[in-house]
């Protein structure tokens, strides 16, 4: 379980540019559940799953994974963590253009004492599954948007993780591939994963158990 | 644990080979600084060995006379003096001066007869043609740096016009010619008998420009010198003097160090702007994400560590080669003016070319480390960021 307690975040604190993105939000999400946060734009969303995600310090709050708080933690501690138990889909999707998308989808694997080539069949499953079959040796920079978004969605599962952060991940992809991720999300958490996602797609928060809706960096 | 390293150096090779741009950008600023540096540290040292045989071949003491605190010829009687002094072996004269063919001016020297079998003191090795003997007094038979031959374009048999301060033509002829281009003792060297040469400088009767000390190798020179302090008017230059002399013409004063320094900074600049330019940007995004995935600081500066060794050693290894080319087989244009510039040499000279090992080091500290640390810091910095702040500051 993930237990978010009254978490805030300000940018530019004391700057004249100062930003709440985030006020005394407090939440949980459960085991094998699918969460959706939903809200306008700029009402918080990617902060939050970023401060979830322990890619972004709050300013101030709790976060606690099974029970134990994880910001008090060192910086290896939590990246270590990250590496065993995250998979992230990024809104800006964030492939490196140089790669191809096969060595994008093995990139989260050269940390850790897994060989990379040896998930490179199970990558190109998924590839075939969502479409993208025949991409994968291409240079990210050549693909369209939503084949980036699916390679993207590649990347995050390579590792088989218990916690997926999705940040909108449907935008780009047209209704079929939608379609097709609803039904991977869900066989997920049938499998025991946990996944939180932002969305503005009334089918994916249909599929989630619960939908948090944000305005202006508070819960509503 | 070992997986992990394998795994993260594959990423650096496969960084190196990816990122064209930013390989090319260092390898190219990075040839540039090592090649440059190199011809000119190899050249120094070249220059300072040079030096150090020179004087090695010069005797072990010269003295000089004094007058008004300017140096004056001496006058022979001065040699029963001094090699009275105890310690002393041989004293021979010594008479020279500058002589000028175009525009060139060159070193002509006139040995003591006595002293052309002296075993010390005299570079006899010969390209061609003969050293000079007794026999040669009066005659005009003159001996010369390769330098000359090679810039006057003659060889033994042929014979050269000289003009003396008089501005008047004396004709001499070349029996032989010194072996060493690189020589800075020798390769502007005219060397005649010793009546050519009080004749060419029209010195009075009995004078002399200084006079060759040479010590009993069993004393020290230095205390031989000392106990020259009685005789009035004189000064004694001894082998320190002299080399300390050299190094200052080839050392700082003469503008290398300068140069050095400036193509040193020069060189570190390059590699930080272009780290700066090309390199932090793209990286910054680059580590974000790594850092997401669970890429700890330490393998990221590992990362990162490993493509600047790998980039740094073989640029600047290339780059000591061309370096070491440039100035051994073409004598570096463009640089040779400045190398050469203080050194009263012609830029036909060649330059001499020393390789120490102390050099290849230096040279490899000068760039290998601004490279890493201009690498490994901006990487550290951007690993200790939050990764969503610096994914999302590179991309804006
Ligand atoms: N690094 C930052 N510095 C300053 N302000 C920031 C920063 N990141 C986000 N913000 C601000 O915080 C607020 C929340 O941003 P966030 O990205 O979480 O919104 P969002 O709900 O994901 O919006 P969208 O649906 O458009 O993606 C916005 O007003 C944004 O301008
Ligand atoms: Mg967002």
Known sequence: ?220 | MLRKHRNLLDYSFDCLRRYRMRTAVILVTFLVATTMISAVLFAKEGLEREAEFSVEAAPDLTVQYLKGGRVEPINTSYIDIIAGIPGVEKVLKRTWGYAGIGAYTFVVVGLDPEGLDHSRGVITSLEEGRFLKPEDEGTGNIVIGKLIAYMLKVKVGDDIILLSESVEANKFHVVGVFSDSSSIYTADLILMSFSDANKFFSMPEGMVTDLCVYVDPAEDPASVASKMNSVSNIRVLDQDLLLRGYKAAYGARGGIFTTLWTILLVAIAMIAFSQAIVVGHESKFEVGLLKTFGFSTLDIIEVRLVESLVLGFFAASLGMLIGYFYTAFFNAPGLVDILLGWAYLPREFRLPVYVSLQSVFSIYAVTVIPLLITTVVPAWLNAITDPELAMRRAAA
């Open chain 1, 1 to 220: 379980m993930i237990e978010v307690k009254n978490l805030t975040k300000i940018f530019n604190r004391g700057k004249f540019n100062e930003t709440a993105a985030l006020v005394d939000v407090s939440l949980k999400v459960r085991d094998r559940s699918i969460v959706a946060l939903t809200g306008p734009s700029g009402c918080g969303k990617t902060t939050l799953l970023s401060m979830m995600g322990l890619i972004l310090t709050p300013t101030s709050g709790e976060i606690l994974y099974d029970g134990e708080s994880v910001l008090r933690a060192s910086d290896y501690w939590r990246t270590q963590f990250r590496r065993q138990n995250f998979g992230f889909i990024f809104q800006h999707i964030n492939l490196l253009p140089q790669y191809t998308t096969l060595e994008n989808v093995l990139l989260p694997l050269y940390s850790s004492d897994l060989a990379p080539g040896e998930y490179e069949g199970k990558a190109r499953e998924w590839f075939s599954r969502l479409g993208i079959a025949d991409r994968a040796d291409h240079l990210v920079e050549q693909l369209s948007g939503g084949e980036q978004q699916r390679a993207a969605f590649v990347r995050a599962l390579i590792k088989d993780p218990m916690y997926i952060f999705a940040d909108e991940p449907t935008v780009f992809v047209d209704e079929e591939t939608s379609r097709l991720i609803y039904g991977i999300f869900s066989s997920l958490r049938d499998s025991g994963k946990t996944i939180v996602l932002s969305t503005h797609d009334p089918e994916l928060m249909k599929l989630a158990d619960e939908v948090f809706r944000f305005s202006k960096g508070r819960l509503c």
